[in-house]
Nanobody
């Protein structure tokens, strides 16, 4: 199983970015997919989750600004991030459990300037 991320970068506060996570070796349609982020010197925190039944949940810090979604045909999960704040600056990772083992993407840097 492999998760490959793209879409990070530098954006001004109030701007938007969309992260993509392309999966191979597993189907996102039948998996619970998660987005995490880790800021320098801090723990890795769960940001958003989408289940196989398309239920979504969000951390309170991003609720109303971020949207997790997936495209089953492309086997890809997305994180649309709007109204970005400097405190959203972090390395973002997508994640899934595959037969009980955590699988992570390589991570992508998101930097929000004030």
């Amino acid at each position: 199983v492999q998760l490959v991320e793209s879409g990070g970068g530098l954006v001004q506060a109030g701007g938007s970015l969309r992260l993509s996570c392309a999966a191979s070796g597993t189907a996102v349609s039948i998996s619970t997919m998660r987005w995490y982020r880790q800021a320098p010197g801090k723990q890795r925190d769960l940001v958003a989750t989408i289940t196989s039944g398309s239920s979504t949940t969000y951390a309170d810090t991003v609720k109303g600004r971020f949207t997790i979604s997936r495209d089953n045909a492309k086997n890809t999960v997305y994180l649309q991030m709007n109204s970005l704040k400097p405190e959203d600056t972090a390395v973002y990772y997508c994640n899934t459990l595959y037969f009980g083992s955590n699988t992570w993407s390589q991570g992508t840097q998101v930097t929000v300037s004030s």
